[in-house]
């Protein structure tokens, strides 16, 4: 088992541009979940994807949109990127029903973002 | 923001216990607090969780207090491995629990 992986590790892009992050969960999970973590912070929550729609949201900005596949895998996408965006993007896998023994997420390594 | 407290950072020689403690006061009675740490530039780590009784796995135990409002991560015989930012984090279960994460604690094992 592979766990959550993520893609790409690292990433630099230009203040204005787009970027599509992507996050496969591990197997047997069916929620994904993605976090911002700033420099010295601790991981924000943005938002979490289950059966293909978005199910909680945090506070954060139109800006930040996303998308989860038939087979659960996950893509998080960033409008109009800001200097400020410039952050770790973890992602966070889930089974939604599992029983009290086994309500855990696991994260995946993430994705540093740099925005210049 | 979070819902817990807890000391910005704690030392702990190795091979000794280490006691990690989080003040809850306003927990609600359905939810969980959890336990994750984080290696530098590594995603979260699960450690433990809880709802009402003490727990215990193979990483650590949870300590939860009778009226919930705080508890305390032991991890038994701490190695240098151990070194890492731990957050305690209160979770409502529900459709897959949403993680608040605060600053955590920030603990450093010396040999």
């Known amino acids: 088992d592979a766990g959550v992986t993520q893609s790409p590790t690292h990433l630099i892009k230009t203040r204005g541009q787009q970027v599509t992050l992507r996050c496969s969960p591990k197997s047997g999970h069916d929620t994904v979940s993605w976090y911002q973590q700033a420099l010295g912070q601790g991981p924000q929550f943005i938002f979490q994807?289950?059966?293909?729609?978005?199910?909680q949201r945090g506070n954060f900005p139109d800006r930040f949109s996303g998308h989860q596949f038939p087979n659960y895998s996950s893509e998080l996408n960033v409008n109009a990127l800001l200097l400020g965006d410039s952050a770790l993007y973890l992602c966070a896998s889930s089974e939604t029903g599992a029983r009290d023994h086994e309500r855990e997420q696991y994260f995946g390594p993430g994705t540093r973002l740099t925005v210049t | 923001d979070a819902k817990t407290t807890q000391p910005t950072s704690m030392d702990c020689a190795e091979g000794r216990a280490a006691n990690l403690p989080c003040n809850h006061s306003t927990i609600s009675g359905n939810e969980y607090v959890y336990w994750y740490r984080q290696i530098h530039s590594q995603g979260p780590q699960y450690i433990i969780h809880g709802l009402k009784n003490n727990e215990t796995n193979e990483m650590a135990s949870l300590i939860i207090t009778e009226d919930r409002k705080s508890s305390t991560l032991i991890l038994p015989h701490a190695t240098l491995r151990d070194t890492a930012v731990y957050y305690c984090i209160v979770s409502l279960y529900n459709q897959g629990g949403k993680l608040i994460f605060g600053q955590g604690t920030e603990l450093s094992v010396k040999p």
């Open positions: 994807y289950y059966e293909e729609e978005e199910r």
